[in-house]
């Protein structure tokens, strides 16, 4: 610790962070096994033991958030990882600095760009009546588009503006990794006559295979939490879309803000929390089957 006081200096404060706002929460989770009071509190509500599971898995909601959520998350991961590999391999090939710059900026914007806001950009580009895209298919005497009534549409939708939201803070990631490469391996390429496809392919994509496993890692670890924000904002409680975008994080904040019960979304976070464990594990123990020295623990 003496030696790199300066880092453990620096760790302090994301160790404060995660203390207070994942550690300390945790007692919360007592919660799932109580018909919880707000005049009883942690310590004095009253025990039902899986009662509240019994409800979740009893109700018929719980394979189909299961599944929804695994899926959605699944492709998300897929796609993302995807495109902000590429973009991060065409953002290095760019040879002048103020089109990167640009390219790099651009790309970027809609991270800082809230889900409320993109609902709203959604909404008035898509509305049947007035949207702009369906006023446009008028003009040229094509059919409108409902997609706040027909569930076909957001399976394509969903994933895009993830992608459109996303992609610049992932490729800012893998930029990162590829700046990090030696030089010199290029160099190297080049002199014995390798094409740029050729370095990608034999240089670029192999040395980044490390980043990408940590980062896809990283990601299962929230394939369970589902992207609330943006499936609440978009979707909202519009009972037509539920059962195709229907997520855990979206029907345990149903079931506490449409009936208080703090039991019931609790044992919800409870079994969402259990099912991530299972999963990082799993993916963990196949990366240290192939490669230890690649996996995060």
């Known amino acids: 610790m003496k030696q790199n006081r300066v880092l453990y200096l620096m760790f302090v404060p994301i160790a404060i962070y995660y203390i207070i706002f994942s550690y300390i929460p945790m007692g919360g989770i007592v919660m799932a096994f109580q018909s919880y009071t707000v005049k009883g509190g942690l310590f004095s509500s009253p025990w039902v033991g899986f009662d509240n599971f019994d409800y979740f898995f009893s109700s018929g909601k719980a394979w189909l958030v299961t599944r929804n ?4 998350n699944v ?3 897929a796609a993302y990882t995807l495109f902000s590999l590429t973009a991060a391999i065409f953002l290095s090939e760019i040879q002048k600095k103020w ?31 007035y949207g702009i895209v369906n006023k446009l298919l008028e003009h040229f005497n094509m059919a409108a588009l409902d997609i706040y009534s ?10 895009f503006l993830y992608v459109w939201k996303w992609v610049g ?27 740029r496809f050729q370095k990608i392919m ?7 295979k490390p980043t990408m496993i940590i980062l896809i890692l990283l990601g299962l670890g929230r394939i369970m939490r589902g992207e609330f924000d943006m499936f609440y904002q978009l979707i909202g409680n519009n009972g037509r ?14 079931s506490l803000m449409g009936t208080a019960d703090f039991g019931m979304a609790s044992s919800v976070g409870v079994y969402q929390s259990v099912l991530t464990l299972i999963i990082i594990l799993t993916a963990n123990w196949l990366v240290r089957r192939y490669d230890k020295d690649q996996a995060l623990f």
């Open 99 to 129: 089109f990167k710059k640009l390219s790099q900026t651009l790309m970027f914007l809609p991270y800082f760009i809230s889900w409320v806001t993109v609902s709203a950009f959604v909404y008035n580009f898509l509305n049947y009546e």
């Open 75 to 77: 492709i998300f991961l």
């Open 241 to 254: 879309l539920m059962d195709a975008t229907d997520i855990i994080d979206t029907l345990a904040f149903r």
């Open 202 to 208: 034999k240089i670029t994509l192999p040395l980044l």
């Open 169 to 195: 803070y992932g490729s800012v990631l893998y930029l990162a990794a590829i700046v990090g490469i030696d030089q010199e391996i290029y160099e190297a390429a080049t002199i014995d006559g390798a094409s």
């Open 150 to 159: 027909g569930t076909s549409y957001w399976y394509f939708l969903l994933p």
């Open 69 to 72: 959520t695994v899926i959605y």
